[in-house]
Every structure is written in C-alpha cells, then in structure tokens.
C-alpha cells in the first residue's frame, strides 16, 4: 500500500508541474487605446495635421472616437467629429491587423475631411490621407500612427 500512495503522489506532483510549466501568459494586443498621428506631405515635409486620438473599436467594427486634439494650431478644424471603421484580426501571435479608416469631419468650418486608410500592424498604423474641403484645407500624402501607452508593451514618440 505504502508503494501505491507514494507511486500516486509522484504522478500527482508531476501532473501539477508539466500543467503549470507549460502555460505562457502572453496578453493579446487590441486596437484600442490612445494612438498618435503624424501625417507627411509627398515632397516629404510634414503637415500641421498631427494630432492624438483615442477610440476603441466595436464589435461591428466601428470606431467609437472619444479624443482627438491636433497637435499643430489648425484652422481647418475648429470644431470636428471623427470615426471610422476596421476589419482586424489578431494573429496566433496575438498582433492585431487589418485594414482600418479614420475620418475626420469639421462642424466648424463646415465642409472640410480628412480621410486615413491604412493597415495595421500591431501597435503601428500606416496609409494614405487625403483631405477635402476648401481650398486652403486640401491635400493628400502618407501617415504613420502609433499606440501610445504600456498595452502592447510598446512606446510611441512620433512628436517633439
């Protein structure tokens, strides 16, 4: 009897170690978060459209907007509201990406929009914007976003 309880107690005990030793904790990314934006022009130079956002994305895929302040003094949005939409996924290696929209539309002035399609890739977005409106308030080029903040372990400087 006394082989047999010892004989179960070092299964128990190996049963418990091989359970324990074999899980990682690896948190997957989301799309979520607090995200910095800083737009280029195509002869290179920068715009004064720079600016920080925060939005989580729905389950439908829409982005629900909550902050946006452009960095950069801009006249072309005085008063606006942004949104957009995504189709992400994330990977086996818990990296989220996909095509996402950004959009932005000025109340005051009215009539100008600012447009960024890209892709995601973990905690960077990167694309295309184009802007629409009046004449001083139009242009098109290339944009990287990053993710600010701990979540995916990644810090993001795009600003002085």
């Known amino acids: 009897m006394r082989i047999i309880a010892i004989a179960c107690l070092l299964a128990l005990a190996l049963l418990v170690t091989s ?5 990682t904790n690896t948190a997957p990314q989301t799309a979520s978060g607090t995200w910095q934006a800083a737009l280029t022009q195509p002869a290179g130079g920068f715009t004064n459209l720079d600016f920080v956002t925060t939005f989580t ?5 829409s982005l629900n907007v909550t902050g946006l302040t452009f ?3 801009q006249s072309c949005f005085v008063n606006e509201s942004a949104g957009g939409s995504s189709d992400l996924i994330t990977n086996p290696n818990f990296i989220v990406t996909g095509p996402i ?30 802007m629409t409106g009046s004449s001083e308030c ?12 701990s979540q995916n372990g990644t810090t993001c400087s795009l600003f002085p």
């Open 138 to 149: 139009t242009g098109s080029g290339n944009y990287t976003m990053c993710q600010t903040g």
């Open 71 to 73: 960095i950069n003094a």
């Open 57 to 61: 994305v729905n389950t439908d895929g």
């Open 19 to 23: 359970c324990g030793s074999s899980t």
């Open 101 to 130: 929209t950004y959009k932005i539309d000025s109340q005051s002035p009215a009539g100008n929009s600012l447009t960024l399609t890209g892709s995601e890739n973990g905690s960077t977005i990167t694309g295309t914007w184009a």
